[in-house]
């Protein structure tokens, strides 16, 4: 006897929900039985991952089992409850299904058929078009910061390689800040939200555009550490965000219409060609078409 069967007799003693572990006059073995359905040994296979202990067998197995049954009851219930109209699902079931199967040839489509290289030029020329969807609504910056800790010997050293008004020594600052700052930030690269840098930076700003406008590097001590900044760039909120702040979002959009041209294209292509071969035809005298009294 196989160590699934030992298994599922166990688990059979154990459950005790009036779904009794017998044999069939078939080859499939039954393990339970609720309201006249029935769940063979071989629905259980896979449920038990190999080297799994005893215990930890019966305890799946018995898991699986009474969910099993406690669907059984309620799908019992319903079919008890609901009229022969609401349980003829067989439309419902056929729309599921020509769903599946069509989401499953289009998604065949778009693996085999899609360009899925998107150029700089085409994602300049989409921006350019389309601007005016490019509002920021928040205030972004391009900043580097170090947070160290309060009377840190190494603030001077910061406030050097950090304040210079023309250069940003991001390397050495990189070193430093690897030994001696509590936190730090250098990708000047990326736009961030004002409002996240002010949630790790404790800065009050009450007007952005007069703050950043005037400062460029800010140092600062509070709550037993300090805050350096220095400001690379910023966009204020409603101007328009920048290509390379948006790229990605473009490509998305401009791979998403190519999407849909392929499909309609191979749509309208399959329907022509059905027409070309007479696949179909509108019966156009049906009472469904017209109403019998105009």
Known sequence: MSRLSVLIGVVSLLLLTGCDYFQKNSKEVVVAECYGKYLYESDLKGI?????????SIQRASSFI????????????????LSKE???????????????????????I??????TV???????????QNKEDFQLRNTMVRVAYVILEEGSDQKELFQTLMGDPDTLMLQNIDVQATYYAVKS?????HWMRLDDLTNIVPIEIFNAESFLKKNKFVCFDMNEYTYM????????????SP?????????????AQRKQALLDKMKTALYEKAKKERAFEVYVGSPTLYNADQ
């Open 110 to 115: 778009i693996n085999q058929k899609l360009d």
């Open 118 to 128: 998107v150029s700089e030029d085409e994602i300049s020329e989409y921006y350019e």
């Open 185 to 189: 930030y250098l990708d000047v690269d």
């Open 229 to 240: 900044v220095r400001f690379v760039a910023y966009l204020l909120e409603e101007s328009t």
């Open 48 to 56: 038990v991952p190999e080297g799994a202990s005893i215990m930890d």
């Open 86 to 108: 609401e349980l003829d699902l067989t439309k419902q079931l056929e729309e599921y299904r020509n769903s599946l199967v069509v989401y499953a040839y289009e998604s065949h």
């Open 66 to 81: 009474d969910s099993w049954i406690k669907k059984q009851v309620l799908v019992h219930q319903a079919e008890t409850n």
């Open 243 to 255: 290509v390379e702040m948006v790229g990605d979002n473009i490509k998305s959009v401009i791979l």
